[in-house]
Every structure is written in structure tokens, then in C-alpha cells.
């Protein structure tokens, strides 16, 4: 089955964006679905494990 992926982030900055809000404040929950299918066996000595890697933007850099 599936496993559902929840994360949470903090409002944008800017002229327009009010007071600064602390990371552990949820402002907007989101749900991710990802999925595969078809995807080409690249490995060579048994079965592929195709994976997905989100990365989200912590302070002006990105990290997984």
C-alpha cells in the first residue's frame, strides 16, 4: 500500500507578510502522493529499489 507523506511549512516573508511566524507553527498542512510505475531495472545484480527524494527549502538551502 501506500504511505502518505505529511509535512507542514511556515508563511512566506515579505513586505506584505505580517510578523514573522516561529518553524513550529503549522500555517498550512499539505499531503504528498507519489507514485511510480513502468520504471526501467537499472540494477544489475537483482531487483531496482526506485525511491523518491523530497527536498524543502530550510533557511535559503535546500535539504532532504
Given at each position: 500500500g501506500r504511505t502518505p507523506i505529511?509535512?507542514?511549512y511556515t508563511l512566506a516573508s515579505g513586505p506584505d507578510a505580517g510578523p514573522a511566524i516561529a518553524p513550529q507553527h503549522c500555517v498550512?498542512?499539505?499531503e504528498l502522493?507519489?507514485?511510480g510505475s513502468n520504471l526501467l531495472d537499472r540494477d544489475v545484480a537483482s531487483k531496482s529499489d526506485p525511491f523518491c527524494v523530497?527536498?524543502?527549502d530550510v533557511g535559503g538551502?535546500?535539504?532532504e
Open positions: 505529511s509535512m507542514a498550512t498542512k499539505v502522493s507519489v507514485c523530497l527536498f524543502h538551502n535546500w535539504v
